[in-house]
């Protein structure tokens, strides 16, 4: 094992305390086994333990900039909906819903579709207990059922999905190329601080990767690939959609993604565990292939996306009702290029292939 970069982590967090503990007794663990302790631990976790989201939080999402996002959202799912021949009951699932936000502005724009409230049935799939409290009471006035995971999704009707930075937070591997072949990276001990080391894989497990350059790192994440696949045979056994919005580039390759983000910033992926948002950019080709023999249209850029909803439209009525400077700053920060409209991709997956999902051409 080849000590890559040693942090000093100060083991100061509980959570760190426990994986130093962990590491000591079973050894180095791949990226994704600490991201799942570093977001999901029981009690420790980064999800677990607050609502991470807005000013006073660690970072802000595209529908806590703007309305806009989930009004567009909303039109998006109505349509897509109509088109389907308006099946009664149809669920309207959201994975990671945050603060409820995006769903809450999702149903109010779909409000005056006649029969859209009636046959909708909300189920949300969340993890952490502060943030779903937070679903509840933004969402007091419908009714709601959580799931933990996918899997508990009822399978008996149709489902319109949606997911906005959800897959980001599903752990990855990563392997870095050293001395002509790949090698894991995983999270080791260098006395009692968390390091990154380089530990030997089984050939089948990178036979895959394209040949590197010496510290090259690529990523796969069979978790994020699982859910997609998942999703994919439920779109095909109870029909309709999905609408997956997150950062990556469209067609992954080599490059270290993992970030830890804290107070609006970045911060040290090994430091405090449990205290930041760690999360890695999404490769949308590997989401693709997982569809199988799915319908999906895109990745394209959100703004693109946006724009072709009528984003732009939906800003300038809103304006005219008051604080069009912060309509405009939100409407900006959500499409403009050096903003969120290049870096976050939309992809949807449909069931019928005769159902032509707006905003992609
Ligand atoms: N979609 C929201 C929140 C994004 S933050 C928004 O755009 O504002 C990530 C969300 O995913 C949080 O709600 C977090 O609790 C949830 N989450 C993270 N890992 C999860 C998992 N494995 N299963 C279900 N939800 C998860």
Redesign the pocket.
């Known amino acids: 094992m080849e000590r890559l970069l040693v942090r000093k982590a100060g083991g100061v967090t509980p959570l760190d305390t426990l994986i130093s503990r962990h590491i000591r007794l079973f050894g180095p663990m791949d990226v994704g086994s600490f991201m799942n302790l570093a977001?999901?631990h029981p009690q420790h976790g980064y999800?677990m333990t607050r609502d991470?989201?807005g000013g006073g939080g660690d970072f802000t999402?595209?529908?806590?900039i703007s309305q806009m996002f989930g009004e567009m959202l909303g039109a998006w799912v109505a349509d897509l909906w109509i088109k389907a021949g308006k099946p009664d009951p149809f669920l309207l699932v959201?994975?990671?819903?945050?603060?409820g936000?995006?769903m809450a502005d999702m149903i109010r724009a779909a409000k005056n579709v006649p029969g859209f409230h009636a046959a909708m049935r909300i189920h949300l799939?969340?993890?952490?207990p502060a943030?779903q409290e937070r679903q509840q009471a933004v969402l007091k006035d419908y009714e709601v059922i959580w799931h933990?995971?996918l899997e508990g999704v009822p399978d008996t009707a149709p489902l319109l999905f949606v997911?906005?930075?959800?897959l980001d937070?599903?752990p990855i591997r990563q392997f870095i190329h050293i001395n002509g072949k790949w090698t894991e990276r995983v999270v080791a001990l260098d006395g009692e601080a968390l390091c990154f080391a380089a530990q030997d894989v089984s050939p089948g497990l990178v036979k895959d990767i394209p040949s590197g350059k010496d510290r090259d790192v690529f990523e796969i994440s069979p978790a994020r690939e699982e859910f997609v696949r998942s999703l994919s045979v439920r779109l095909k056994t109870q029909g309709g959609a999905a609408l997956l919005i997150d950062y990556g580039p469209a067609a992954g390759g080599i490059g270290d993604t993992l970030q830890a983000v804290r107070g609006h910033g970045y911060s040290d992926v090994l430091k405090d565990a449990g205290e930041s948002?760690i999360t890695s950019h999404v490769d949308f080709a590997a989401l693709k292939k997982a569809a199988g023999d799915m319908r999906v249209f895109g990745p394209i850029e959100q703004g693109h996306f946006l724009n072709t909803l009528g984003i732009g439209i939906r800003a300038e009525v809103l304006k005219r009702k008051g604080n069009a400077e912060g309509i405009e700053s939100g409407l900006q920060r959500l499409v403009h290029p050096d903003q969120m409209g290049r870096l976050f991709k939309v992809m949807a997956i449909v069931q019928d292939p005769a159902l032509m999902p707006e905003g992609f051409f």
Request: glycine share 12%; hydrophobic share 35%.
């Open positions: 977001l999901g999800y991470p989201l999402t595209a529908p806590e959201e994975a990671g819903p945050g603060r936000t995006l799939i969340e993890t952490s943030l933990g995971s997911a906005n930075e959800f937070a599903l948002d």
